[in-house]
């Protein structure tokens, strides 16, 4: 009888334990009416578990932006994954939202403006997010929203991220396109390898699944898709492609054309990120398999360069892996977030950020052996760091010496810790800030 209720006991949990993980984000799959698209749109908004009983409470929200091909049910296959970072605290309450930006003719915007394929930033930013802020209980300020993105809608979050700096704390790239200057080279062999030539006619609706990198294949796509976004052209005299709706920016001899090239330079990553420096408070977390098949991991590497040259916040994140986000690179992108968004709270519209409250930032998150602190703090002589555990008990501690105004650097020795869900206190004079981190 004992072995028979274990048995029955095992055969409950394994059942329902997935149901009630799942369970901890709610999925709504809902549609609004874009004024930048002229037309409905649906949206699929993943919210906490506590949404509906806790009706004073708002959160903060990361916007996901999907690749070519996707839609609004793109995270669908990482909703568990999502409830299990927050039943297990290693993320706090937050509303995660993904909208369509599937479109004719090439199956994707590419997140720009486009008399192509339409209005895709303005369709995030003066039409998604408001929305969103109107119907949904979000915190509506920079310190409170993220945008993240796989592939193509990793260039969309970058490129989000930085020219609207203003709205968002993080940014979340992974696969993405980050430098044609270094991606085009490689492209132009693949292109010569798709292509019957020279001459060369380029066609997008030649592409065969069965001969992913035949004639006609993924490479000459690809261009055809940027170029929707980045030199689009509906009256082209441009022959040898089809359709005739683009500059393609390679002629019939596969010879890189610069004057369509120079239109794609301001669409570059590199070119954005000089208008973008530390004060803006933009972290970055950035990522890409080493064997990814789209040849994105060099570009995504040497970005590196561009990063450690304009002083910003950034990590890259590797993987032996390819073009798909892998659960490792998942999991660290949310947690990523947690670390550096608003910590969801009782808020009214009449709420402004608190005077005394310090901004600081505890990478890398999760830690291991050490943890790097940094804040900024004005006319205080010191600053109090302390490490609390989910009880509030504090179990470490240290004070500094603060000798000027400024941006401060303070590494804390981890290696004591267990690992868990801790809270970084910095106080310094009336300031105090407060960050929650993961030791692995």
Request: overall charge negative; charged content about 15%.
């Amino acid at each position: 009888m004992k072995k028979q209720t274990i048995i029955l006991a095992v055969l409950i949990f394994v059942f329902f334990f997935p149901i009630f993980l799942k369970a901890q984000f709610i999925k709504v799959d809902t549609e609004f009416y874009s004024n930048a698209l002229k037309e409905t749109r649906k949206v699929s908004i993943y919210l906490p578990y506590d949404y509906f009983q806790e009706q004073e409470t708002h959160y903060p929200v990361v916007y996901f932006l999907h690749g070519w091909g996707g839609n609004q049910n793109a995270l669908d296959d990482h909703q568990m994954l999502m409830s299990q970072l927050l039943l297990t605290g290693q993320i706090q309450p937050m509303i995660i939202v993904c909208a369509d930006n599937g479109c004719q003719p090439f199956g994707t915007g590419v997140y720009v403006n486009s008399v192509i394929t339409g209005n895709f930033e303005d369709f995030t930013i003066e039409d998604l997010i408001p929305w969103i802020e109107e119907n949904y209980r979000v915190i509506p300020q920079k310190e409170a929203r993220g945008v993240f993105g796989q592939s193509l809608g990793g260039y969309g979050a970058f490129r989000f991220g930085i020219l609207h700096k203003d709205m968002f704390r993080a940014i979340s790239s992974h696969a993405a396109q980050v430098n044609y200057d270094l991606w085009m080279p490689a492209v132009r062999q693949m292109l010569m390898f798709e292509n019957s030539g020279p001459p060369y006619y380029y066609d997008f609706y030649g592409f065969s699944n069965d001969v992913p990198y035949g004639p006609n294949g993924f490479f000459t796509r690809s261009l055809f898709l940027a170029s929707s976004g980045y030199s689009p052209d509906p009256n082209s005299n441009q022959t040898y492609i089809n359709p005739q709706i683009i500059q393609f920016p390679f002629n019939q001899y596969c010879q890189l054309l610069d004057s369509v090239y120079d239109k794609w330079e301001a669409f570059n990553i590199p070119t954005m990120l000089s208008g973008l420096s530390p004060a803006d408070s933009v972290s970055i977390l950035y990522g890409c398999g080493l064997y990814d098949e789209t040849m994105a991991y060099y570009p995504n590497f040497a970005l590196q360069d561009t990063l450690d040259h304009l002083n910003l916040s950034y990590e890259f994140f590797w993987h032996k892996a390819g073009h798909v986000m892998p659960d490792p690179y998942f999991v660290r992108s949310l947690v990523f977030m947690d670390s550096l968004l608003l910590d969801y709270s009782i808020y009214t519209e009449s709420d402004t950020p608190a005077r005394d409250m310090l901004r600081i930032e505890a990478m890398p998150n999760p830690f291991a052996d050490y943890l790097d602190v940094r804040f900024e703090a004005a006319n205080a002589p010191e600053a109090f760091i302390e490490i609390l555990d989910l009880k509030g008990l504090v179990v470490q501690q240290m004070r500094q010496q603060l000798k000027e105004t400024g941006i401060h650097h303070i590494r804390l020795n981890t290696n004591a810790l267990s690992p868990g869900v801790y809270f970084i206190r910095v106080s310094s004079g009336r300031c105090t800030g407060v960050k929650k981190a993961v030791r692995l």
